[in-house]
């Protein structure tokens, strides 16, 4: 080596020993890189929720003009990005973290064995099934960092994950000397969060008045303003700067998952101003984690970018119908079978919003096994009818006296009758139910096969239409799906959602099916678009190349 490369190289190497973010890994006691390092690297930023459509809108109207260069400048690759069954974040990581398609039928669903309520912002729900998909996937994020997904995906250090949130871990992640040392060590970025978050306090305040004029509940409203703070900036700064630690030490794969679109995009929609808002920030994140990956000494980090899923703009069924959904269903099994087996169930069956008051929303999480909250967990008795929704997609069980008559006979003419009259008495769009060996459909224009009447029951011009087919029966025939299984989706019309909001994923939609993907270079190929485990398959392989190489 020549007098001027090591004088480089010492320049850099000083540095970085002097760089701030290097003084927050020794204070915080992470191992630290040592030297330089030509290992591969990946950085895998997920934006939660954002399709491809408004992906394309957000790129038109500026909203996303560091990733806009990437495209033109950068020699990355867009691709659409099909997320599988359930269109949810807890499936899509799964197939990801794990390369298992489908690992739950719903974000919120019944354990057959266990007859446990499971939904996957839970602490308890998502290390369940964390624990299943440790048995049987090899994880992707091995010896690495995961923050603020479902899954810690195998990784080494997991923050702000539902898997692992619990206030246990929150007290022993927080030493108040270390939080002041760096607090005065990083004032100036201090300051400017506490600018962002007075800015969207204002933007929040001025939502809230917004929402209270179109009708909007004013408890809801008021409990969205200190969530939003949280989700757009603070959780949002938190991760950004894990990440930039970690870039620095050379951490081998990190995978962050910033989702403060998805949450506006519910509330208001996944084209509304407020929705789009939030990703100039987001964008202004993926910028500076690009750049000092681009800067690491330790790695040769490559930086990809994708959506998991996208949202529909939905109606509320509620709003729709002008009656609640669990009340219209149970209307109609009490007139099949009789009101001894369709009571209402124990409190913790009645809505969303006690869901998320008990799960904290994952960001204060509880571990779920508090003698106050087993009754969320609690599917009840085994007679009484068992409904689940979250979003769009839904399942009922039936009781066990009824399927029990199924035994000894086909059970399909009979789920066909409970089938037709949820599409007709309830006005659910879309009610599934096996039949045979094959997966029958009801909608409004009659009974249909799901597989050879796709066309029928997903649209004509839907992006994925026989993978979506294939996934969909999948999804039908998961140990876990109910008896029945309902959908919002409607292929002519606007698609209803089983919640009180304005956008809505989960089911086999064409927007919430149908995310993106943003490849360097080095990982180009030829296909048209990506699901998990394409992607999956891509890092792999490039690290598996880069090791070759070396």
């Not at 003084?23 to 939660?48: K, M, N």
């Not at 994708?306 to 703009?313: I, K, P, R, T």
């Amino acid at each position: 080596m020549n007098p001027i490369d090591r004088l480089k190289n010492g320049f850099k190497a000083w540095s970085t020993w002097l760089s701030r973010k290097e003084r927050f890994s020794r204070l915080l006691g992470l191992p630290r890189c040592t030297g330089i390092d030509d290992e591969p690297g990946v950085v895998l930023i997920q934006i939660d929720g954002l399709s491809y459509t408004q992906f394309q809108r957000g790129l038109t109207r500026n909203r996303l003009p560091f990733i806009r260069k990437l495209l033109e400048k950068n020699g990355y690759a867009q691709k659409p990005f099909y997320s599988g069954l359930p269109s949810s974040t807890p499936a899509v990581q799964g197939e990801l973290f794990y390369g298992i398609k489908t690992v739950v039928p719903a974000f919120e669903f019944i354990d057959r064995k266990t007859r446990l309520r499971h939904a996957m912002f839970f602490p308890a729900s998502a290390n369940a099934m964390a624990r299943q998909l440790q048995q049987t996937g090899r994880p992707l994020l091995a010896g690495g960092s995961s923050y603020s997904n479902i899954y810690s995906g195998g990784a080494d250090t997991a923050r702000y994950c539902a898997e692992t949130m619990n206030l246990e871990s929150l007290i022993r992640a927080v030493n108040p000397i270390k939080l002041a040392l760096f607090f005065m060590l990083q004032i100036g970025k201090l300051f400017r969060i506490l600018g962002v978050a007075c800015l969207e306090l204002i933007l929040s305040v001025y939502d809230f008045f917004k929402g209270m004029a179109s009708g909007m509940n004013i408890i809801k409203e008021l409990k969205f303003i200190p969530t939003r703070l949280f989700v757009c900036v603070i959780l949002r700064e938190l991760i950004r700067l894990r990440v930039k630690m970690d870039v620095t030490r050379g951490v081998p794969i990190i995978a962050a998952n910033f989702f403060g679109y998805d949450e506006q995009a519910h509330r208001r929609g996944p084209g509304s101003a407020f929705a789009h808002w939030t990703l100039k920030g987001i964008d202004g994140v993926v910028r500076d984690l690009y750049r000092t990956a681009m800067r690491s000494r330790c790695r040769d980090y490559q930086v990809v970018v994708y959506a998991d899923h996208g949202q529909e703009s939905v109606h509320s069924y509620h709003r729709h119908t002008g009656k609640p959904l669990k009340q219209a269903i149970r209307e109609v099994i009490i007139e099949k079978i009789g009101p001894e087996n369709s009571q209402n169930e124990e409190d913790a069956d009645d809505n969303l919003a006690n869901l998320y008051r008990l799960a904290g929303n994952v960001l204060f999480g509880q571990n779920g096994t508090m003698r106050g909250r087993r009754k969320a967990f609690t599917a009840g008795p085994a007679d009484h009818v068992r409904i689940t929704t979250m979003g769009p997609l839904g399942h009922v069980y039936l009781p066990r006296r009824v399927r029990g008559q199924f035994d000894s006979v086909d059970p399909s003419p009979a789920l066909e009758q409970f089938a037709r009259s949820l599409n007709r008495q309830a006005q659910i769009p879309l009610v599934l139910f096996k039949k045979k060996a094959d997966i029958a459909a009801v909608n409004a224009s009659g009974v249909f096969s799901l597989w050879e009447d796709r066309e029928a029951i997903l649209g004509k011009d839907h992006p994925f239409l026989d993978q979506t087919a294939a996934d969909l029966k999948r999804l039908c025939l998961h140990p876990n799906a109910g008896d029945l299984v309902i959908s919002g989706w409607e292929p002519s019309g606007t698609p209803l959602s089983f919640n009180m909001e304005s956008g809505a994923h989960g089911g086999p939609g064409k927007e919430e099916t149908r995310g993106f993907a943003l490849l360097p270079s080095c990982m180009k190929n030829s296909a048209r678009w990506l699901r998990p485990l394409d992607l999956r398959a891509q890092i792999f392989a490039y690290f598996e190349k880069e090791k070759r190489a070396s």
